[in-house]
């Protein structure tokens, strides 16, 4: 029994110095490529003939005015495309929306960082149509059935932050509708977000001033706009080091080039100016109040995923000296 319990106690020792040899900070993501698969459309029991499609919504007022697509069914004489069953229309039936122009609309957010975006199409239209990626058309004028041949490099068009993809259907009577599958992907830090069909298209930013000076209006920002300038408040004694979303110690967002990608509260981080006495030194003795949380503790609560190493690696190394010792009396005795 000493002996095994000698190695359990060496085994423990040495599990306490692999554990403060590993590293404490959190690593960032690696970019990683993020897919984005878009049907029109798919009838399943939840979503059956003749209800809204839940992923897609459409205009015939060239975006003036949105609301839901319908899975209007398979039984188009050109038949689907593979992964779909049904096809989709700005009203619940074939026979509806004649002679009109519909646009069917997807919104998502690529973080900063992203690269390689590109889009892979195969469409049935009745009667004609194109793809759009923010206002620029990436597929040219297609009529009846078409498929991309391979990915469309979309890097020139797309944008950090809110995307808008449209795909135009221009009917000439008879049936309408159309039918799609299109796969999107890009290299990103984080995965694609899509926003739901016919969200705002407006995010309130608003702030937390966390004790600072005056008050800051709330922001509305406006999907596919530029990168937000955020304000830079004052506070008397502090200096400001930025914004963090929704909480002191969530994510520090870029000041000068901010997109939001929902709905947010930013509160503001401060640097306590150390106080200078007569002698013209400094007094850090002061206590930061309560409520104030400094950048650099902000820093240290984003990055720090352990404890302190030294008196793990002290503790460690005693347990080892103890260790040995113990087993050096056991095989004496």
């Known amino acids: 029994m000493k002996r095994i319990s000698s190695a359990i106690y060496f085994t423990i020792a040495l599990s306490l110095l692999v554990g403060v040899s590993m590293p404490s900070a959190a690593q960032a993501a690696e970019p990683t490529v993020q897919t984005l698969e878009i049907y029109g459309g798919i009838i399943d029991e939840n979503h059956p003939l003749n209800s809204e499609d ?12 949105w609301h839901p697509a319908y899975l209007v069914g398979g ?4 038949g689907n495309v593979a992964g779909t069953n049904s096809w989709l229309n700005c009203a619940p039936s074939f026979f509806d929306c004649l002679n009109v122009r519909s646009d069917y609309r997807y919104r998502f957010y690529l973080a900063p960082g992203w690269s390689a975006s590109n889009l892979v199409a195969d469409m049935k239209i009745d ?15 297609q009529a009846g059935q078409w498929n991309s041949g391979g990915p469309i490099a979309l890097e020139e068009l797309t944008h950090t932050g809110w995307n808008e993809l449209h795909v135009v259907l221009v009917d ?14 890009v290299t990103s830090p984080e995965p694609i977000k899509v926003l739901e069909p016919r969200a705002p298209s407006t995010l309130a930013v608003d702030f937390n001033l966390e004790g600072g000076d005056g008050s800051v209006d709330p922001i509305s920002y ?4 530029p990168a ?3 304000p830079a408040p004052t506070r008397d004694g502090f200096t400001f080091q930025g914004w ?6 969530g994510l520090i967002v870029d000041s000068e080039q901010y997109i939001p990608d929902a709905a947010v509260t930013l509160h503001a981080i401060w640097d306590k100016i150390p106080a200078i006495d007569d002698k013209g030194t400094t007094d850090d003795s002061t206590d930061i109040p309560v409520e104030t949380t400094t950048s650099e503790q902000v820093k240290r609560t984003l990055a720090e995923t352990g404890l302190d190493p030294m008196p793990i690696s002290l503790l460690a190394f005693g347990l080892v000296l103890a260790g040995v010792l113990l087993i050096r009396k056991t095989k004496r005795s």
Do not use: C, M, R
């Not at 009667?127 to 004028?141: A, C, K, P, R, V």
């Open 127 to 141: 009667n004609y149509g194109w793809i759009s990626l923010n206002g620029t058309d990436i597929s040219g004028e």
């Open 172 to 185: 000439q009577g008879g049936w309408a509708g159309i039918n799609f599958h299109l796969t999107y992907t």
């Open 54 to 65: 839940q992923y897609t919504e459409v205009s015939t007022d060239l975006g003036v005015t």
């Open 228 to 230: 937000l300038t955020l």
């Open 75 to 78: 039984n188009h004489p050109w």
């Open 244 to 249: 963090a979303k929704d909480s002191l110690d």
């Open 222 to 225: 406006t999907l596919g706009a």
